[in-house]
């Protein structure tokens, strides 16, 4: 399977702890990078490879794995983390073809 | 630091071929995967296929037959065209740089860390 799946939305009160979950088949082989997107603005990368961040990115945001599932964590969330979470990787059958999972709308309350 | 500037025509009839440019400035054209990926009005993201600094290309399996990437190293561009646009083909297209590391001798994994700030395409009659 190629789909990668994830929640279509998650809230978090300011300040707490909130997983931001992405399954696939293809998480076996492959890392998923995220990417986070506000409204009328391009993504931008949050996590790549195992638990990586790009530079300016806080450091309350953080990768990990476990079997066929990659989580985004974000711990202490603030408002200006509210918006969309997309998963990436690449699919099992087909090694060059990017896919994306539908996204993870997240609200700060 | 890396910039990525799009452009393109932003309105299109059924039939016709879309057309947009991303230039690179700011870094080297070799050495990456260059990207295009769209976004359909409140949808997901989509990746449409990618090109290296030496011209080989990857596409989407389902947009192979209507899609072409190219590049043009000596302005540090590269382009993408799809032809016979339909109402489906309606989203905001990004390009982006595929960067990659290594995790462990022989394994990779790659990341798009920039991204341009996408260009709107509507198909209209």
């Known amino acids: 399977s190629s789909g990668l799946t994830q929640d279509p939305a998650v809230s978090v009160a300011l300040g707490q702890t909130v997983r931001i979950t992405c399954q696939g088949d293809s998480l076996r082989d492959y890392y998923a990078t995220w990417y986070q997107q506000k409204p009328g603005q391009a993504p931008v990368l949050v996590i790549y490879g195992k638990n990586k961040r790009p530079s300016g990115i806080p450091d309350r945001f953080s990768g990990s794995y476990s079997r066929n599932t990659a989580s985004l964590t974000i711990t202490g969330a603030q408002a200006e983390d509210e918006g969309d979470y997309y998963c990436?990787?690449?699919?099992?059958?087909?090694?060059?073809?990017?896919?994306f999972g539908g996204g993870t709308k997240l609200t700060v309350l | 630091q890396v910039q990525l500037q799009q452009w393109g025509a932003g309105l299109l009839k059924p039939s016709e071929t879309l057309s947009l440019t991303c230039a690179v400035y700011?870094?080297?054209?070799?050495?990456?995967?260059w990207s295009w990926i769209r976004q359909s009005p409140g949808k997901g993201l989509e990746w449409i296929g990618e090109i290296n600094h030496r011209g080989s290309t990857n596409y989407r399996p389902s947009l192979t037959s209507r899609v072409t990437i190219s590049l043009d190293t000596s302005k540090n561009q590269f382009s993408l065209k799809l032809a016979s646009v339909t109402a489906a083909d309606r989203a905001v297209y990004y390009c982006a740089r595929k960067n990659s590391g290594s995790s462990s001798p022989g394994s990779h994994y790659y990341y798009m860390d920039v991204w341009g700030k996408g260009t709107t395409v509507t198909v209209s009659s």
């Open positions: 700011g870094g080297s054209f070799s050495g990456y995967y």
């Open positions: 990436n990787s690449r699919d099992s059958s087909t090694y060059y073809l990017e896919v």
